[in-house]
C-alpha cells in the first residue's frame, strides 16, 4: 500500500473531523446531519491494508470523542467495527459510485445502530433519544448522497492507479 | 473480498481485538475518572489543538452556512430579495455586514447587561458547537480559567436556562442542553409543586414528572428551577406547559412540555458561577429564588 494512501486518508480524516465541528455542526435546521468522519472511515477501509484501516478508524473515534461530550473511546468502537466490517467484506476494485454509495449507507446505518446501542449500555441514553429512528435512517441516507460525490474524489487522491476505473 | 493486488484481504482480527479492548477500557476509564485527570487533560489539548482550526474553518464555513441557512428559508429570501435587487452588490455586502456586527453588538450588550445585573459573577461565553449524531452537547469558548466549574448552569442572553456545564477544560467546556437525554433539571410549578424536567433529545419536547402534585397545572405555566438542585439557582425559567396537565391521582408524568429557551442557531451563551456551597442555591426552600435580570425578549428567547 503506498504511503500516499495513507497520508491522503489522514488528511480526509482531518478535514472530515474539522468540517463535523464546524460546517455540519452548525445546519441547525437540519436536525440530523451526516457522519462525514464516519463516511471517510468507510471509504478509506476500502483502500487502506486491514490494520491502517482500523487505525484510523480508532484514530478518528477518539479524536471526535475527545472533541465532543461523548466517553472517550466510544466513537472509536464504532469506527474500529465499522472499518472492520469494511475491510473484511466490501470490494476494494468496486468503482461504480452508486454502489459505492449503497455500501457507505449500509455501513453507515450499521454505525448509527452501534452507536445508538454502545451509547445507551454507556449512560447516553441514545436509544431513549426521541429521534432515533430518524437518525439510524437519515445518517446513513445522508452519507450515502455525500458518498457519490466524495469517493472518486477520494479515490483518485488516494488510490493513482485506479484512475481509468473511474 | 478481493483486493486490487488480485487476493483476499486479510482479517485484522488481532488488531481488531486490541482495538476493541482499548476502546471499552478508554471509555471505562473516562467515565469512572468523570471527566478529570488524564481523560480531562486529554480532551483539554485535543480542543486546544483544534480551536484554532475551527476557527480558520468557520471563517470560510460561516458564509456557506448563511447560504445554506437561507436556502432553507426561502419564503424569507424572497421578500428580502426583492427589496435588495434595488442595491448594488458592493452596497449590499457592506450593509450585510454592518447588520451582522450590529446584531452581535446587541446581542453580547444583552449579556453584559445579565452579567452586570445577575447576584452571581458570570461570564459570558462563544458557543463552538458539536459533534452531531446522537450528541446534543456542544463546546464553548471559556473554562476553568475564567471561573467555570461543572454544574454551573448555562443560560441564552434572554436569562431562559439553555443547559448545564459537564466537563471544564482550561479554555473551554461542554454543556449538557436541557434537551439532553441525560439531562435532569428540578423544577418549580407556579403552585409550589416539584418535579424533574428530564430531555429527550427532542429540542422542541421535554418530559415532566412530578411525584406529588398538589392540582393542576394550567397551560402556558412557565416551569422553574426550584433551587433544590445542587449549584443551580431557583427561578431560572426551564420549560413551558403546552396543555392543562391534570394529576393522575398526585403522579403528572408528560411530554406536554417545551424549552423555554431556543437552541438552534445559539452563538452566544452566559454561564452563572454558582458555588454549590453558596447558601442562595441549593436549600431546602424550593421557592428561592436568584435575583436575575427579568426575561428580555429582544434577540430571540
Do not use: C, H
Not at chain 1, 35 to 62: E, H, S, Y
Not at chain 2, 78 to 105: G, S
Not at chain 2, 172 to 197: H, K, M, N, R
Amino acid at each position: 500500500m503506498a504511503p500516499r494512501t495513507i497520508l491522503v486518508s489522514l488528511i480526509m480524516m482531518g478535514l472530515g473531523i474539522v468540517l463535523q465541528t464546524t460546517l455540519f455542526s452548525r445546519l441547525e435546521q437540519f436536525a440530523i446531519i451526516p457522519d462525514v468522519v464516519l463516511l471517510v472511515v468507510i471509504l478509506a477501509a476500502r483502500w487502506l491494508d486491514p490494520d491502517p484501516a482500523l487505525l484510523l478508524g480508532f484514530t478518528a473515534g477518539i479524536a471526535l470523542d475527545l472533541l465532543g461530550t461523548t466517553p472517550m473511546g466510544l466513537r472509536a468502537l464504532v469506527f474500529v467495527l465499522v472499518a472492520y466490517v469494511a475491510v473484511r467484506y466490501t470490494d476494494r476494485t468496486e468503482s461504480n459510485p452508486l454502489n459505492s454509495a449503497l455500501i457507505v449507507a449500509a455501513l453507515s446505518l450499521l454505525g448509527a445502530v452501534l452507536f445508538a446501542v454502545f451509547g445507551t449500555l454507556f449512560s447516553l441514553g441514545s436509544l431513549s433519544e426521541v429521534n432515533v429512528l430518524r437518525t439510524i435512517i437519515l445518517v446513513p441516507i445522508y452519507n450515502g448522497v455525500l458518498a457519490v460525490l466524495v469517493a472518486p474524489v477520494m479515490r483518485q487522491l488516494a488510490v493513482p492507479r485506479s484512475r481509468t476505473l473511474i | 473480498m478481493i483486493s486490487d493486488r488480485g487476493g483476499p484481504r486479510r482479517a485484522p482480527n488481532i488488531s481488531l481485538i486490541i482495538l476493541v479492548v482499548a476502546s471499552f477500557v478508554l471509555m471505562t476509564f473516562d467515565i469512572r475518572s468523570q471527566g478529570e485527570g488524564v481523560a480531562a487533560t486529554l480532551r483539554s489539548g485535543a480542543q486546544s489543538i483544534a480551536a484554532p482550526l475551527q476557527d480558520l474553518a468557520r471563517t470560510v464555513v460561516d458564509p456557506v452556512v448563511d447560504i445554506i441557512d437561507g436556502a432553507a428559508n426561502l419564503a424569507g429570501l424572497r421578500a428580502e430579495n426583492e427589496r435588495l435587487r434595488a442595491e448594488n452588490e458592493e452596497l449590499r455586502a457592506a450593509q450585510e455586514e454592518i447588520e451582522k456586527i450590529r446584531q452581535d453588538n446587541l446581542l453580547l450588550q444583552q449579556f453584559l447587561d445579565l452579567t452586570d445585573r445577575s447576584e452571581f459573577p458570570s461570564v459570558v461565553a462563544e458557543v463552538r458547537g458539536g459533534t452531531g449524531t446522537f450528541d446534543t452537547g456542544f463546546v464553548i469558548n471559556k473554562g476553568t480559567e475564567q471561573g467555570i466549574v461543572a454544574g454551573n448552569p448555562v443560560l441564552n442572553q434572554a436569562n431562559l436556562l439553555v443547559g448545564i456545564i459537564k466537563d471544564v477544560f482550561p479554555q473551554s467546556a461542554t454543556v449538557i442542553p436541557v434537551i439532553g437525554p441525560t439531562t435532569g433539571v428540578e423544577i418549580l410549578t407556579e403552585g409550589g409543586d416539584i418535579g424533574v424536567v428530564t430531555g429527550l433529545g427532542d429540542p422542541d419536547r421535554l418530559e415532566l414528572l412530578i411525584l406529588e402534585a398538589s392540582g393542576p397545572i394550567e397551560q402556558g405555566e412557565i416551569l422553574r428551577t426550584s433551587a433544590t438542585q445542587r449549584g443551580i439557582p431557583g427561578g431560572l425559567q426551564v420549560a413551558r406547559v403546552e396543555q392543562r396537565l391534570i394529576p393522575d391521582g398526585t403522579l403528572i408524568e408528560s411530554q406536554e412540555v417545551t424549552p423555554v429557551a431556543e437552541l438552534t442557531g445559539l452563538r452566544f451563551v452566559v454561564v452563572l458561577q454558582v458555588s454549590a456551597d453558596d447558601p442562595s442555591v441549593s436549600t431546602t426552600d424550593p421557592t428561592s429564588t436568584t435575583t436575575l435580570p427579568t426575561t428580555t425578549t429582544v434577540g430571540g428567547g
